[in-house]
């Protein structure tokens, strides 16, 4: 298994540009979730997932929008890029359910927005 | 709401020398509690978990983590560091019941010194 992967690994965008962070999984879980990390500030949850056709807000939503039209891929998009939005963001899967309760992390895409 | 508390960014430690790194939280009822180990340039790495029974739970890489329930702590141990230790450690924890996404500290730098 590939595990969750993560494309682009790093991204530079000019500010009003947009962009969609691509997220894909392939341990058939039903869980999946967008973090953000900023410096010294750990992981923000933007949106999550429990299963294809469902999304909902995290902590910090504002200035993206996700779709969930597989079990396997979770891209989250970026329409108005804006300076704020310069951060490292992880993608994540999990099966919930006892101990099985383990989220796997991508390997992350490094955005900056100029 | 659920929380976590990482109270130090950074542990420095010689190497050899026996390390913890410390987390409290706060959630209604029993909590599932995981630490996770962030190497540079890399996404987050399950290090254990705690779900019921044995208040010591012992994980990858030599670590382990005591579930204290009176001081709501579950702090990251290891007897001996190593060099290779250092990283960036995250405490995180969730409800036992719903779809709550797993809720992250801020996250503590680790140094090992040879």
């Known amino acids: 298994n590939a595990g969750v992967t993560q494309t682009p690994k790093f991204r530079i965008l000019k500010i009003g540009q947009s962009m969609t962070l691509q997220c894909t999984q392939d341990?058939?879980?039903?869980?999946m979730y967008w973090y953000r990390q900023d410096p010294g500030m750990g992981l923000k949850l933007i949106y999550y997932?429990?299963?294809?056709?469902?999304?909902d807000k995290g902590e910090v939503p504002n200035g993206y929008n996700v779709s969930r039209s597989t079990t396997e891929d979770f891209p989250l998009r970026l329409e108005l890029a804006a300076p704020s939005q310069t951060s490292v963001y992880f993608c994540?899967?999990?099966?919930?359910?006892?101990?099985?309760?383990?989220?796997?992390f991508g390997p992350g895409t490094r955005l900056t927005v100029l | 709401a659920q929380s976590v508390a990482q109270p130090e960014d950074q542990v420095n430690v010689a190497e050899g020398n026996p390390l913890t790194v410390k987390c409290t939280y706060s959630?209604?009822?029993?909590?599932?509690l995981f630490w996770y180990v962030q190497y540079p340039n890399r996404g987050l790495q399950f290090l254990l978990k705690?779900?019921?029974?044995?208040?010591l739970v012992k994980g990858s890489y030599g670590f382990e983590a005591e579930f204290n329930k009176s001081q709501t702590s579950f702090h990251l141990k290891k007897p001996s560091a190593l060099v290779s230790d250092s990283a960036l450690y995250f405490c995180?924890?969730?409800?036992?019941?719903?779809?709550?996404?797993?809720?992250f500290g801020k996250g503590t730098r680790l140094s090992v010194i040879a």
């Open positions: 994540a899967s999990t099966h919930p359910g006892g101990r099985t309760d383990t989220q796997y």
């Open positions: 959630v209604s009822g029993n909590p599932y």
């Open positions: 341990m058939n879980h039903n869980y």
């Open positions: 997932s429990v299963g294809a056709g469902i999304t």
């Open positions: 705690y779900i019921t029974g044995d208040n």
């Open positions: 995180a924890v969730r409800p036992p019941s719903g779809n709550t996404p797993l809720v």
